[in-house]
C-alpha cells in the first residue's frame, strides 16, 4: 500500500501563495498517478488537479486553470500543488491522492492522505 502525508497548508491573504507537498512512502511510486482535492466545509469534495506518470500529462479543473500547477518529484516520491493567487473560495482542506494506473484521472484514486488545511482570508 501507499502511505500519503501532506503538508504546506495555512493561512494565506487572497493574492497569496501557496505550495503543498505530498510525500509518499510504503510502496513503489512507479507508475502511480497523482491528484489533489480539496473540501469545503459542509461541500462534497472536488477535483483540483492530477498529474500522470512519470509526469505528463497534467489537467485542471476549471476552477484553478492558470492559477495552480501541479508537479512531482520522482526522485523524491513527492507531489507539489504551488497555488498562485489565491482566492477565499479556494478555501478548504486540501487531500493528496494516488492513482494505481500511470495515466491521469478526476476519480478512481486508490489511496489517500489525511489533508491539510488551507485558508484564505483577510
Known amino acids: 500500500q501507499v502511505r500519503l502525508v501532506e503538508s504546506g497548508g495555512g493561512l494565506v491573504q487572497p493574492g497569496g501563495s501557496l505550495r503543498l507537498s505530498c510525500a509518499a512512502s510504503?510502496?513503489?511510486?512507479?507508475?502511480?498517478?497523482m491528484a489533489w482535492f480539496r473540501q469545503a466545509p459542509g461541500k462534497e469534495r472536488t477535483f483540483v488537479a492530477t498529474i500522470s506518470w512519470p509526469g505528463l500529462p497534467t489537467y485542471y479543473a476549471d476552477s484553478v486553470k492558470g492559477r495552480f500547477t501541479i508537479s512531482r518529484d520522482n526522485a523524491k516520491n513527492t507531489v507539489y500543488l504551488q497555488m498562485n493567487s489565491l482566492k477565499p473560495e479556494d478555501t478548504a482542506v486540501y487531500t493528496c491522492a494516488a492513482r494505481s494506473s500511470q495515466y491521469a484521472a478526476a476519480d478512481d484514486y486508490d489511496y489517500w492522505g489525511q489533508g491539510t488545511q488551507v485558508t484564505v482570508s483577510s
Open positions: 510504503g510502496r513503489t511510486f512507479s507508475n502511480y498517478a
